[in-house]
């Protein structure tokens, strides 16, 4: 009985963590790709998930309208807010000869007005609409497919989606392979003809759009406040470092390892150790962020991986 | 006799200025002369308060023989109730105990950032930013949550240093000892940006390769200044705390005590002590005359007026990148050696060569 108890237990943990890394996945992954062409970690990524957590509330609970079918205008709303920070803040910066240390502080401070935007939106939907905005979740309106959440179907599918997508974007696509180049050697692909800027804005609308899709389905899964853009963001930063931050396919590797390891690490030690290991759950990503600093500062993608399973067996 | 009005609001002004000049000063050392993005500010600040409301409550609770059936945190009332009755009484016990805590909590911000520096110090400073962060926010969880540190959630109450002043004068020697420590770390720091070690950490940040060629440990540099901005820093978390006579993680987080010590050291100007110092006292200021409007706007809009402000912030830190991005006190020439120190090394080598 116990047994089966535990057995159960897993199954639920192992539909938690597959839900889990497949939305890191989709975070890591438009995180890196921005890292890969304006070379900045941008600290706002968290704000454009949570920002549509609020706009999914809305929609979701006054106009009645399905959270999967919020993932269109999440996306527009997560790539607007993401190339509004790359044109009118990111690229003045970069012209006016500013170095990364302050690209980065820009992040910061649109962070912050993102932050507030949304701890508005919360209390206006509070105050106005007398809905719960604070440590809220909408499991209740998830539609049921197989028995299971829908989000534990359509989750996976989406990160598979998405990184498909991304490679035959990248890859067969005349505008994704000047992408590739502008990435590459900026000036090379310039003389060339290549319009930077545009491939730089456009890495930077998906790279938020991704992070929005996120965003909207966020609150069918977890529990959900204004500031939980931080929590995602040591969870997101984990898995691009784990994932190397210069390869898309390694940050949705990173995304995977350490949503699984988050959810599951969690799970099993809580029940063994007891349930007051929960909110420590951020210790798990920063440690292997630690770990992947100091003994593989590539990521997984740099390691020489013969070398490695000479040396090792 | 009591304190005049426009006198508690001046010393509340400056207790808050000094405690945020120290914090900005600390980053200025960090950023503005070495060049290292310390974007967990909060990481020193929240340790230094966690140490004092984690150590010395239990010491000199221990060495004042409270009973031992009493728990710091269980029945924190009143142990400290019980330690104020004999500090009151004891101004030379009550100032080593001040002393002694706010010299732990520098150590245990020292720690802090050697450990905080130590996975990603030889990498590009955006991967020591994204672990400044994240550690930042995980040291919150644990002081939130384990209680064993300062209570968990609830926070702990700590005894109270200046409880020999007694009621009126409080907030006024508080407010003296902050300031006097400000002003403390201002001399040292400028004494430091004005040493070789400074001019070394300028060369560092504006051309590492080039310090690396003349063989300064570049990595070794970055830890040490990490050590000790966070040891400043960690000193006015512990200021705060006996400025409350409390701890509590909730008061810790990244907007005030890391976003803001940014704004103030990019809008003083960076590689700047007086700039940070300079920048502290505006921000601070300016906070004060908002929150003194503010009444005025929450009437009207239907959400907290707060998160107005932070918003204006962030516009105002984006607009002084772009368009002054050296702050009002731009950083000035290293000052080289005076004329006649030259003019000694120019003939002390004219005098090898001869030989």
Redesign the interface.
């Known amino acids: 009985m116990l047994r089966q108890g535990r057995i159960g237990l897993s199954l639920l943990l192992l539909r938690d963590a597959v839900i889990f890394s497949s939305l890191l996945m989709m975070l890591s992954a438009g995180l890196t790709l921005t890292y890969m062409t304006t070379k900045?970690?941008n600290?706002a990524h968290g704000d454009f998930a949570t920002l549509n957590v609020y706009a999914g509330l809305a929609l979701v609970r006054l106009l009645n309208v399905s959270p999967y079918l919020g993932m269109i205008p999440a996306f527009l709303i997560g790539g607007v807010a993401a190339l509004v920070l790359y044109l009118a803040?990111l690229k003045?910066?970069t012209d006016?000869g500013?170095n990364?240390?302050?690209l980065?502080?820009?992040t910061?401070?649109?962070?912050?007005?993102l932050?507030?935007?949304i701890?508005?939106s919360a209390?206006?939907l509070n105050?106005?609409h007398k809905l719960i905005t604070r440590l809220f979740q909408l499991r209740d309106f998830d539609v049921e497919l197989l028995g299971q959440p829908g989000l534990f179907v359509v989750a996976p599918f989406l990160a598979f989606a998405m990184i498909t997508s991304l490679y035959i974007f990248l890859n067969r696509t005349k505008f994704g392979v000047a992408m590739r180049a502008a990435i590459e050697n900026p000036s090379l692909a310039e003389v060339v003809g290549i319009n930077i800027n545009l491939a730089y804005a456009t890495s930077w609308f998906i790279s938020g759009g991704l992070a929005g899709v996120v965003g909207v389905l966020m609150p069918l899964y977890m529990t959900c406040n204004p500031d939980i853009g931080?929590?995602l963001?040591?969870s997101i930063?984990?898995a691009s470092?784990l994932g190397g931050l210069s390869n898309i396919y390694g940050a949705f590797l990173g995304g995977a390892v350490i949503g699984f390891a988050e959810v599951l690490g969690t799970g099993y030690l809580s029940m063994a150790l007891g349930p007051?290991v929960v909110?420590?759950r951020?210790?798990i990503?920063?440690i292997i962020?630690?770990?992947t600093?100091?003994f593989a500062?590539k990521g997984l993608a740099g390691v020489d991986w013969k070398r490695f399973v000479r040396r090792v067996g | 006799m009591p304190i005049p009005l426009p006198i508690t609001f001046l010393i509340d002004l400056l207790t808050l200025f000094g405690l945020f000049a120290i914090i900005s000063m600390s980053l200025n050392l960090e950023f503005g002369y070495a060049g290292i993005p310390n974007f967990g500010k909060m990481l020193a600040v929240a340790g230094g308060a966690f140490f004092v409301g984690a150590v010395p409550g239990r010491v000199i609770a221990y060495m004042l023989d409270v009973p031992t059936s009493l728990d710091f945190f269980r029945n924190n009332l009143e142990v400290v109730s019980l330690v104020n009755q004999a500090l009151a009484s004891n101004p030379i016990i009550s100032t080593l105990y001040l002393l002694a805590s706010l010299a732990g909590a520098a150590l245990a911000g020292a720690a802090l950032g050697y450990i905080a520096s130590y996975p990603g110090i030889r990498l590009r400073g955006d991967y020591l930013a994204m672990t400044l962060l994240a550690m930042a926010e995980v040291l919150r969880v644990i002081g939130d949550n384990w209680e064993p540190l300062i209570g968990g959630s609830l926070g702990v109450r700590i005894p109270d240093p200046f409880r020999w002043v007694g009621g009126e004068y409080r907030s006024l020697s508080v407010a003296l000892t902050i300031l006097g420590v400000t002003a403390a770390m201002f001399v040292y720091l400028e004494l430091v940006s004005k040493s070789p070690l400074g001019r070394t950490l300028k060369a560092v940040r504006d051309e590492e390769l080039s310090a690396r060629v003349y063989g300064k440990d570049v990595d070794r540099l970055r830890v040490k200044t990490l050590i000790v901005g966070c040891a400043i820093a960690a000193v006015s978390g512990a200021l705060y705390s006996f400025l409350t006579a409390s701890v509590s993680a909730r008061d810790f987080n990244r907007v005030t005590h890391t976003f803001w010590p940014w704004v103030m050291v990019l809008v003083g100007g960076a590689g700047n002590n007086l700039g940070a110092v300079v920048g502290a006292g505006i921000f601070v200021t300016l906070r004060r005359l908002i929150t003194f409007y503010k009444s005025y706007f929450e009437a009207i809009v239907p959400f907290d007026v707060v998160w107005l402000e932070y918003m204006l912030l962030g516009l105002a830190l984006i607009l002084v990148l772009l368009y002054r991005p050296e702050g009002l006190l731009p950083e000035r020439p290293t000052r080289t050696l005076k004329r006649g120190d030259i003019l000694r090394v120019i003939s002390r080598m004219k005098r090898k060569e001869e030989n």
């Open positions: 900045v970690p600290f803040v003045p910066l006016r500013a990364y240390v302050i980065m502080i820009a910061i401070a649109y962070d912050m007005i932050l507030s935007l701890n508005i209390d206006y105050r106005v931080v929590r963001l040591i930063f984990a470092i007051w909110p420590y951020p210790v990503p920063l962020m630690m770990l600093l100091i500062p």
